[in-house]
């Protein structure tokens, strides 16, 4: 399968933000990852989901959503990590760049949030409804979201490790605000980073299948 890779910059407001553009021959859709809190669009985790979505004919969009100073005043607050609202509306002006732009075509968009990175998905595609067809949430932390949740009228998915107690509580929760909407599965013998092994392919399996039924036309 032939395929384009890239780094590109990508105007939000006043601030440039570097993302790394993966597209197959004829993509059937593309996924902009939105990573969890302290991490940047190189998370080997994220970087590993990302190429199964590819080999599924699956375009991806794998971008940082805080500048190099504003990541400086991060590692040393670790304040911006939790700012929902910001990192939420970095991720609508990505929507729209690749709406707009079209670098993958004409194809549906969907968002792939990891921790912090899933409530901030949640929140963008409130007001993003119309140009994302589906989201999948890897070990998420949807309670962040707050209001928006009842809000989400997009197919969501909300995969949590059987080991991670705390987070399948908080994602119970979440999946009771989303209704019918959501699905909420577990991956059998997973913490929260699906170190172990096999984890991380169960979770980048289920997605791609998450993601190519609900984007493919």
Do not use: C, K, Y
Not at 33 to 44: E, Y
Not at 116 to 144: E, F, I, K
Not at 183 to 204: D, M, N, S
């Amino acid at each position: 399968m032939d395929e384009q890779r890239g780094t590109v910059t990508i105007p939000i407001g006043d601030v440039q933000l570097p993302a790394d553009l993966t597209l197959p021959a004829q993509p059937v859709g593309v996924v902009l990852f939105a990573h969890g809190s302290g991490s940047s669009r190189h998370s080997p985790r994220n970087v590993a989901v990302a190429r199964t979505l590819n080999d599924s004919g699956l375009g991806t969009v794998l971008a940082d959503l805080l500048t190099p100073a504003e990541d400086e005043v991060d590692a040393r607050t670790a304040e911006l990590r939790f700012d929902i609202g910001l990192l939420a509306s970095r991720l609508a002006g990505i929507v729209d760049w690749l709406a707009v732009e079209r670098p993958a075509g004409d194809v549906p968009i969907g968002l792939f949030g990891a921790s912090t990175g899933a409530a901030a998905a949640l929140v963008a595609v409130t007001s993003r409804a119309d140009r994302v067809a589906a989201v999948v949430s890897r070990g998420g932390r949807p309670d962040l979201a707050g209001n928006a949740l009842a809000q989400v009228r997009t197919p969501t998915l909300l995969l949590v490790g059987g080991l991670d107690e705390e987070v399948i509580t908080l994602n119970e929760r979440a999946l009771a605000e989303l209704g019918e909407v959501g699905e909420l599965r577990v991956i059998p013998g997973a913490t929260h980073l699906f170190e172990e092994p096999g984890t991380l392919e169960q979770v980048a399996d289920q997605a791609g299948a998450w993601f190519t039924t609900h984007l493919s036309r």
